[in-house]
């Protein structure tokens, strides 16, 4: 079974600064999805980003992006110029292509990140 | 905001209650999810229903039972709960579910807490 781990329990950056979370993963497919979902205080979580294992290029979305290292099994979500309002929990995910079993996200415990002004 | 809603947002009930939780999505979308948010503990699945009928039951004890009459709907009858039950429960829907652009939209939650 697949696991995902984010190593990192709490993450602290001041305002402008960036920021690395930190997730690898476990697996023996080759073709799988990663996502990297925000969860703000009493808020809904949200999609931040998602990266298709077979792309070589990183994902990036304005100030997010991610490094994905495909044989290292990781994957880490850089936020640059950081804003008070990404302050949240932040949780990777994994999701399998194989069929019969690529409905399921397997998340990690996540990381809560605080945004100091 | 997603356009995925639940409600209570907030529910208290004791071990031997009977509630239900309920998820509506209005995104179109041919699947849901329920998820359980416990503290210290990565999400948990425990359903997934695909145009109405149900694909995944992820070793749920019996005491929770879903039911999806629609693909617009989705609830969780409670019963007979134990105090470890209580957690955050989330709801998500899908458009396409397993398919390469696949991506889940998640509700608000609903905190339970059993006494």
């Known amino acids: 079974a697949q696991t995902v781990t984010q190593s990192q329990p709490e993450m602290s950056v001041q305002e402008a600064e960036t920021v690395t979370l930190s997730c690898t993963y476990d697996t023996s497919e080759s073709d799988y999805y990663l996502f990297w979902y925000k969860q703000p205080p009493s808020r809904q979580m949200i999609l931040v980003i998602r990266q298709e294992a077979y792309k070589q290029q990183n994902a990036t979305e304005n100030r997010f992006s991610v490094n994905f290292q495909k044989a290292a099994k990781s994957f880490s979500l850089k936020i640059s110029d950081s804003q008070l309002g990404d302050a949240a929990m932040y949780f990777c995910a994994y999701r399998s292509d194989v069929q019969g079993g690529s409905e399921k996200l397997v998340f990690g415990k996540g990381t809560k990140l605080t945004v100091n002004p | ?115």
Do not use: I
């Open chain 2, 1 to 115: 905001e997603t356009g995925v809603t639940q409600t209570p947002r907030h529910l208290v009930m004791g071990m031997t209650n009977k509630k239900s939780l309920k998820c509506e999505q209005h995104l179109g979308h041919n699947a849901m999810y329920w998820y359980k948010q416990s503290a210290k503990k990565p999400l948990e699945l425990m359903f997934v229903y695909s145009l109405e009928e149900r694909v995944e039951n992820n070793s749920v004890p019996s005491r929770f039972s879903p039911e999806c009459p629609n693909s617009s709907h989705l609830f969780l009858h409670l019963h007979t709960l134990q105090p470890e039950d209580s957690a955050l429960y989330l709801c998500a829907s899908s458009q396409d579910p397993g398919g390469p652009t696949d991506t889940q939209y998640f509700g608000p939650g609903t905190r339970l807490t059993v006494l």
